[in-house]
Nanobody
Framework: QVQLQESGPGLVKPSQTLSLTCTVS??????????WSWVRQPPGKGLEWIGY???????YYSPSLKSRTSISRDTSKNQFTLQMSSVAPEDTAMYYC????????WGQGTQVTVSR
């Protein structure tokens, strides 16, 4: 059974770059036809999909976040990473990594607060 675990700083200053890592166990991120996503949920709001990196290594982003978002991977560690630049308080949210849509699986989430 695949498990996902997010890690990264819980507090980021405005204008800095947010960096989160998802460590996957119980399955390889290079297995065909699986897509590995980042999703966030701001306080009091719904889920927002940020982007994914595919089994092939190609990445695709939400158009609204594309200009300041990058998702990469380290296959030797079975990890994928989210970087979001120029963060603002509106980026405060619970951030989740997930395998979607095939055989959905979610990490427990990590809270990121953007504040001075």
């Amino acid at each position: 059974q695949v498990q996902l675990q997010e890690s990264g700083p819980g507090l980021v200053k405005p204008s800095q770059t947010l960096s989160l890592t998802c460590t996957v166990s119980g399955g390889s991120i290079t297995t065909n036809y699986y897509y590995w996503s980042w999703v966030r949920q701001p306080p009091g709001k719904g889920l927002e999909w940020i982007g994914y990196i595919a089994y092939s290594g190609s990445a695709y982003y939400s158009p609204s976040l594309k200009s300041r978002t990058s998702i990469s991977r380290d296959t030797s560690k079975n990890q994928f990473t989210l970087q979001m630049s120029s963060v603002a308080p509106e980026d405060t949210a619970m951030y989740y990594c997930a395998r979607l849509p095939r055989a959905p699986a979610w990490g427990q989430g990590t809270q990121v607060t953007v504040s001075r």
